[in-house]
């Protein structure tokens, strides 16, 4: 397996501040109710600013590869830095669930065992997240699933892994053809995926498509017997690097706390010295997985500025995201933060994590939380 590390001369200053659903129409399915915005008043927040300058002479340190011929052996988990269970080659491609995250959809299931989270705007500032999972065959409940965006084809795009959702708009559905995303679609599938009928009493039709992990790994198994691949591509480049011990990062200011905006929903990580671990907290209250009963936790949190805007003539009011490119960001861990760099050359390339000189970004082994946020709007760190 190869890693390849990037070569850029940068000269910059950085500025930065501390979905059977349904959903769009278009997408073969019942149509789907527009999310609810919360009605929480808009909190106040104090931006924080960080002015940091790179290097413009920086040159990125050599690539080391395997010899001619030769795979480097995988020795643990591409998405958290562990090492892998015996008998693991971590070979297998990942599998990313796209999860419902408005409130009356709360709470979810199985996002707590997921590796990565991703959260990026749906529609205006209504969230979903996607749940990366390195192997979801163990995984109970996992839900509630929603449709799929094009910045969120791309994010999967990039990792190498299967989507799983429940329709999507019609861009997505172009996208995911055009750059062979590898997908499930509830929609069209009624073995892997089923709907709780409590929920859709309770919270709607749109609120209760739910797979397993059991599902996923049937369903997949019958993927391969088809012919479909399983193992991640020949040159793969692993999504993040990683320490090899529990470190901090060099020059890091204090930061037991990292608060996202999305309109006046404000989900926010808090630090816990005792663990080392950011709690994470949405719509006032500890965001629980309801299967597990924990609240999700994290090692690493990363806020990446990515600008978006509706597009245009969309009465759903989807967003389209500025995600192939560069911009800035911060990456939080061990309770310090700093300033970081992202780059994506393409819809189907890795996303890439650099610190503020433009070296390779490392993560501590752990999950870790990544969180899209318009370029326009603030993100707070204490």
Known sequence: MRLKTLRKSIGLTLLLGCILLTGCGGEGAPPETTPEQTTSPPVSIETIEYTFTVDSAFTSPEETTAPEGQEEPILSNILTGLPLAEGDEGTRRPVAV?????????????????????????????????????????????????????????????????????????????????????????????????????????????????????????????????????????????????FETDTAPANGQKCVKVTTMYGSYHPRFSYQESTGLYLRYEYGAAHMDEDTKTQLAFKNVVVLSVTSSRIPGDTAMRRQFNDVGKGTGIYATNGVVVPIQWSKASATAPLVLMDASGEILKLNPGKTFISYVNGTEKFKTE
């Open 98 to 242: 796209v999860i419902n995250n408005i409130k009356r959809a709360l709470p979810q299931s199985g996002i707590s065992q997921a590796d990565v989270i991703f959260e990026i705007e749906a529609e205006e500032t209504i969230t979903r997240l996607i749940a990366v999972f390195s192997d979801p065959s163990q995984v109970g409940k996992i839900g509630t699933v929603r449709s799929t965006r094009s910045a969120f084809v791309n994010v999967c795009a990039g990792l190498d892994a299967f989507m799983v959702h429940a329709g999507g708009s019609p861009q997505s559905y172009t996208d995911m053809k055009q750059l062979s995303v590898s997908n499930i679609d509830g929609i069209y599938d009624g073995i892997t995926f089923y709907r709780d009928q409590n929920r859709m009493k309770n919270a709607g039709y749109e609120h209760s498509m739910y797979t397993t992990g059991q599902r996923l790994a049937k369903k997949l198994d019958a993927l391969a017997k088809a012919g479909k691949r399983m193992g991640l591509a020949s040159g793969y480049k692993a999504p993040f690097a990683f």
